[in-house]
């Protein structure tokens, strides 16, 4: 890939977010299933949709008794982020998480996994001591950027990284739980 296509990319990257989003939700949803159809074709994978983004997860997944509730979020591989707003009182759920879907730029294909969250029936690890989060574009009159304070930045650092699908349906789902 040239560089003029590279910035191309990251250009709709950033204009085309919903369309990106949404084909990483469907590949993610896809991959997990297959996995789980490949270990036991009797068993599945229920999904669940949020019809509206203000509880903070975009996704719950059930499998048997042990139900997830999935923040979704994703990264080209060629640059991470450092860190990721987390709604406080989304992060109290009993196995709310992150998942990041990290992609190649040339074809949104996922290329790995990382996860930020406890067990099926934990809360997510201790988030109201991580850093309040700023609103991206907004400021006070004085030029600081507003404080959304209900929302926390989870460090990247923090995440397992790297996980396969296989690892990851295995963080979702310990294998003791299923």
């Known amino acids: 890939m040239d560089a003029l296509d590279r910035e ?3 250009e709709a990257l950033a204009e085309r977010s919903s369309y990106v989003e949404n084909v990483l939700r469907h590949a993610f949803l896809a991959e997990l299933s297959c996995l789980v159809w490949e270990n036991d074709p009797f068993d599945s994978l229920k ?3 949020a019809e509206v983004d203000d509880c903070g997860y975009d996704v719950v997944l059930a499998r048997g008794n042990v139900v997830r509730h999935v923040q979704l979020k994703q990264a080209h591989d060629e640059k991470k982020p450092q860190k990721f707003s987390v709604r406080v009182s989304f992060a109290t759920l009993p196995g709310s998480c992150l998942v990041v879907i990290s992609h190649a730029l040339a074809d949104l294909r996922p290329t790995s996994y990382a996860f930020y969250g406890g067990g099926p029936s934990d809360e997510m690890p201790y988030i ?3 850093r309040t989060t700023k609103a991206s574009g907004r400021r006070t009159a004085d030029g600081n950027r507003v404080l959304r304070l209900n929302y926390r930045d989870a460090p990247y650092s923090r995440f397992k ?3 396969t699908a296989k690892e990851l ?3 979702l789902f310990p294998p ?3």
Request: hydrophobic share 45%.
């Open 8 to 10: 191309a990319r990251i």
């Open 128 to 130: 109201e001591a991580h």
């Open 169 to 171: 349906l295995d963080e």
């Open 47 to 49: 999904i669940s949709n």
């Open 176 to 178: 003791l739980y299923v």
């Open 161 to 163: 990284r790297g996980l």
